[in-house]
């Protein structure tokens, strides 16, 4: 299974940017996702999480009403949509999966992207 991730980029301060995380491989289901972010010298930090039914979505306080996550199972990928950017939110931008391999067993597997830059100038 692979994550792979688009969107980052540079932008100015109160701009927008979409990231998207596509999964591909041995997929049966996928269960929660979400987005996390690190910045340099800090830890890796949740930033939305959604579960598989995208009946709830859940936000860090620090990107609330700025960001939006959303999914697409059909096409096993994940957005977010990130509004009123801050240079604050400049990181690097980790997917992340909980993977159900086969319709047998009920293992989950938990798989990562690769990362996408998002800089935000002041």
């Known amino acids: 299974v692979q994550l792979v991730e688009s969107g980052g980029g540079l932008v100015q301060a109160g701009g927008s940017l979409r990231l998207s995380c596509a999964a591909s491989?041995?997929?049966?289901?996928?269960?929660?996702m979400g987005w996390y972010r690190q910045a340099p010298g800090k830890q890796r930090e949740l930033v939305a999480a959604?579960?598989?039914?995208?009946?709830?979505?859940n936000y860090a306080d620090s990107v609330k009403g700025r960001f939006t996550m959303s999914r697409d199972n059909a096409k096993n990928t994940m957005y977010l949509q990130m509004n009123s950017l801050k240079p604050e939110d400049t990181a690097v931008y980790y997917c992340?999966?909980?993977?159900?391999?086969?319709?047998?067993?009920?293992?989950?597997?938990?798989?990562w992207g690769q990362g996408t830059q998002v800089t935000v100038s002041s």
């Open positions: 959604i579960n598989s039914g995208a009946g709830s979505t």
């Open positions: 491989g041995r997929i049966f289901s996928i269960n929660a």
């Open positions: 992340k999966a909980d993977v159900r391999r086969d319709s047998i067993s009920r293992l989950q597997y938990q798989y």
